[in-house]
C-alpha cells in the first residue's frame, strides 16, 4: 500500500511538473510571438494571421489587429504625405515664375522716365511683390519641416563659420540703418555643435533679421557661450524689446504684435527658427522686457 502511494505521488508529481513545464512553454511561445509582432511591426514588415481561440491566442489576435491597423494608418500617413509633397513643389513652382516675372518687369518700369507718382506706385508693387515671394517661400520650407518631407542633418561643426556668414549677410542691413552689428567671433573660437549649417543659418538670420527690423538706436550683438550639454548663441538688440505676456505668443505662427502692426512682416520668422532647433534637439529662450531690447537664446546640441 505504501508502494502504491508513494508511485502515486511520484505520478502526482511528475504530472504537476509536466504541467508547468508545458505552461510555461506556452506563454514563451506567446510570449515570443508577440515580440515577433512587435519587431515585424517596427521593421515594417508585419502581416496579419489567423490564430486559434485560446486565451493567449485572444491577446495575440488583439495585438495582430492592432498592429494591422497601425500598419494601414502608417501606410496612409506615408500616402497622404507624398501627396502634400507634390503640392508643396507644385505651389512652389506655379508660384515661383509669376512672382520672378513680376519683379522682373517692375525692374524695367524703373528704369524708364514715369511721373513721380507712378514711381511710388511701381515702388509698393515691387514691396508687396517682395512680401509675396517671402511669404510663400517661408510657407513652402515651414511645411516641408512639419511634413517631415524636409529632413535636417545636423553634423559636428565650429560655430565660428556661422557666425560669420550671418554677419557678412547681415551687417550691411545694420550699417544702412545706422545700427552696430558687433559679433564676437572670439568667444566662438573652437567651440562646436551639432547642427544642419543651411538651417541654422536660416534661424539666426530670422533672429538677425527681427532685431535689425524692430531697433532703431544702438544696434545688436551676437555672443556665444558653451554649457556641458548645448552650446548658446544669444542674439541681443537694444530695440522696442516685447512685453512678458507676449513671450509666448511671439513664437506662434503668424502671430505679430499691435505695436509693429506698421513694420512689414508676416509673424512667422520665429516660429519657422524654434521649428528649426526643435528639428536638432535644440530650444530657444527669451528674455526681453519692453522698450528695453531684447535677447533670444538658440539652444544647440554640443553632442
Request: charged share 25%; proline share 2%; net charge negative.
Amino acid at each position: 500500500m505504501a508502494v502504491i502511494i508513494f508511485v502515486a505521488g511520484i505520478l502526482s508529481l511528475g504530472g504537476a511538473a509536466l504541467t508547468v513545464l508545458v505552461d510555461y512553454w506556452h506563454r514563451k511561445h506567446c510570449l515570443q510571438r508577440m515580440y515577433d509582432m512587435l519587431q515585424s511591426a517596427m521593421d515594417g514588415t508585419f502581416r496579419a494571421e489567423t490564430f486559434d481561440e485560446s486565451l493567449y491566442a485572444a491577446v495575440e489576435n488583439k495585438l495582430a489587429e492592432y498592429l494591422d491597423a497601425s500598419e494601414v494608418s502608417t501606410r496612409k500617413t506615408a500616402v497622404e504625405r507624398d501627396r502634400i509633397k507634390t503640392l508643396i513643389a507644385d505651389i512652389s513652382h506655379q508660384t515661383k515664375t509669376p512672382l520672378a516675372n513680376i519683379l522682373l518687369y517692375t525692374e524695367l518700369i524703373k528704369e524708364q522716365e514715369e511721373p513721380a507718382k507712378c514711381k511710388e506706385s511701381i515702388g509698393l508693387l515691387e514691396s508687396q511683390a517682395k512680401k509675396l515671394n517671402f511669404l510663400i517661400y517661408s510657407l513652402v520650407e515651414l511645411s516641408r519641416l512639419e511634413t517631415g518631407i524636409l529632413v535636417l542633418h545636423p553634423e559636428k561643426s565650429l560655430i565660428a563659420p556661422l557666425l560669420e556668414e550671418a554677419s557678412r549677410q547681415y551687417w550691411n542691413r545694420a550699417k544702412e540703418k545706422g545700427l552696430y552689428l558687433d559679433v564676437r567671433y572670439e568667444e566662438a573660437q573652437g567651440i562646436k555643435a551639432c547642427y544642419d549649417s543651411k538651417w541654422t543659418l536660416e534661424a539666426l538670420g530670422n533672429l538677425l533679421d527681427n532685431a535689425i527690423k524692430y531697433t532703431e538706436t544702438g544696434g545688436i550683438t551676437v555672443s556665444v557661450k558653451q554649457y556641458e550639454l548645448f552650446v548658446c548663441i544669444d542674439v541681443s538688440d537694444t530695440g522696442i524689446g516685447i512685453s512678458e505676456e507676449e513671450h509666448a505668443k511671439v513664437f506662434g505662427r503668424f502671430y505679430r504684435s499691435q505695436n509693429v502692426s506698421e513694420k512689414e512682416g508676416v509673424g512667422i520668422g520665429l516660429y519657422l527658427a524654434r521649428e528649426i532647433l526643435k528639428q536638432q534637439s535644440g530650444y530657444m529662450k527669451l528674455v526681453s522686457t519692453e522698450g528695453e531690447g531684447a535677447v533670444f537664446s538658440m539652444y544647440l546640441p554640443a553632442d
